[in-house]
């Protein structure tokens, strides 16, 4: 039994759906519709769209209006995942082959083009005010910029030895905290929400979108994330976890040398030992109990920001937010 | 002793190379900087937006104030490139090891990613009247997407063995015709330049778009495309060129067997004389005199094209248009 939040988000996912099929029409024989919605359909539940639709209704806006908005938010969404399943090495999404492994690399990398394409399509046919469409472009292009920001640190702070818990939360910030609140920016834009209600959503993303890396990072480690089920992907793949930066700093100059010696190994030859040793130290080193500390922290700064906000505006940003929160992907 | 036009080219190659070095600061640690550097300086000419700012000052436009927009254009057109190059597992380009090959795949894909938000970036801030500016990032767009839905069918037309010649012109449209004028386009827009001149333009890039692909694939067989100088890459990539259209409609079907066996083998596989064959296989069945005598029409038609615009208008088109017309890249 769906609760009621979870029923208004499914009513909002077959309106963005609507949209996206007249986007991207799904029996197009282009080479480019079939592998779309390969992926598009993988993930249908467009939580991220739905946020844009319900902030956007939460501040008094006609979220008819915010559809092509939150739609390109979900193409976004969908072009970094086909994108980031090639620098991962990732044949696994959502217990189907990837995008590139079913379609090809050239189809996987220039199918993302194509989302994105689509994305900033949709945008620029936003039934808004020419002055709000520009700032809806703004916001789009620039949580795209800082999204690739991100991706950039955490593809070369792989096995960096140097690696800081600073430093990941600024690439935490950069490749999850502004795509985080995108959608919902976007509706509050298309409501005329003001300046407070802007920034606090900044805000937010900045606090929730490292709070829920850090989640994923703890969730990699205890029950994979997914991707066939397996534990500790991150330490196959060498991520710059929080955890890995932690353990930098708080462990023998010997474990160290193991820690980046087992992530460095390539992602077959790591083994479910390896994996095992990473996991003890984690928690010999306590990074995990730092990590659930600063999801913690970071999401209680959050929930604060929301106390900056005129009272009556509260009650509809907090019940999403709560939501968001209380859910573990 | 460079030509009155190649010298111009030359001045407004400084102009760009300056915007790109505000819009990326070639010394920044970001991870994103270098490579995207060490990509734009291989191709220093800057033709492409060189292009832009002549059309602007050919429609008595302020030059300047197309500044942001030629660079965006070169910004997309290093974009393409990058992520082609991984899409064609080409590991040269201009001599040099591709971006991907340098730096990884993951960087290849997400330095494209950042050349493209940087050139979306750079329409946002261009100093026009907001009309304008929606006009010029609506071409950008439009180009960008149409290149991508070209770059699909390139993809997924290889060793199809029902390609046809008018599939190809399709194809070379939507790939390159669109992506060659954007630049003078823009230019247009920026001096305010009438409707018949962007419908003129347009269709210059209709036809002297597949004019200039046909002359590549006919360079990729005589001389070699610069990537090492090696002949018949497209052969060995198993590219759907013009002249295996016309090959797989004019030769015996035993023949039409061994050019498919060729192209379809790893390009590691294929030998000096698989190539020798099918450029011999080329010229016998008449795919050679085809394709240039395709490659003239269509640019004597683009020629002819330019006596639609008004007599005043025609002389600083022509002029450019003769030049690149003349040029063999």
Redesign the interface.
Known sequence: MPSPIEAEIHRHAQRINAVLESLIPPDRK???SEPSWYHLATGGKRIRPALCLMVCEAFGGDSDRALPFAAAVELMHNMLLV?DD????DTVRRNKPAVWVKY????G??????L???G??AV?MSPVE?ATR?KL??VY?ET??RT??G???D??FRCNERFTAEEYLRMAILKTGHYLVIGMLGGALVAGASEAVLHCLRKLGENLGPAFQIRDDLIDLTAGKGRGGVKGSDVREGKPSILYAHALSHSSPGECERLLDILRKPREETTEQDVAWVIGLYERCGALKFAQQMADKLIAEALKELDTLPVEQQPGLRRIITYIAERTT
Chains 1, 2 share one sequence.
């Not at 090639?86 to 090495?89: E, F, N, P, V, Y």
């Not at 090809?104 to 189809?107: E, S």
Request: hydrophobic share 50%.
């Open positions: 282009d080479f480019l994108h090639i620098a991962d090495g090809g690399l050239g189809n990398v220039n199918v993302g083009d194509y994105l394409a689509r900033l399509h620029m020419p520009v472009l703004e292009l795209f910029e690739v920001e991706q950039a640190l593809i070369n």
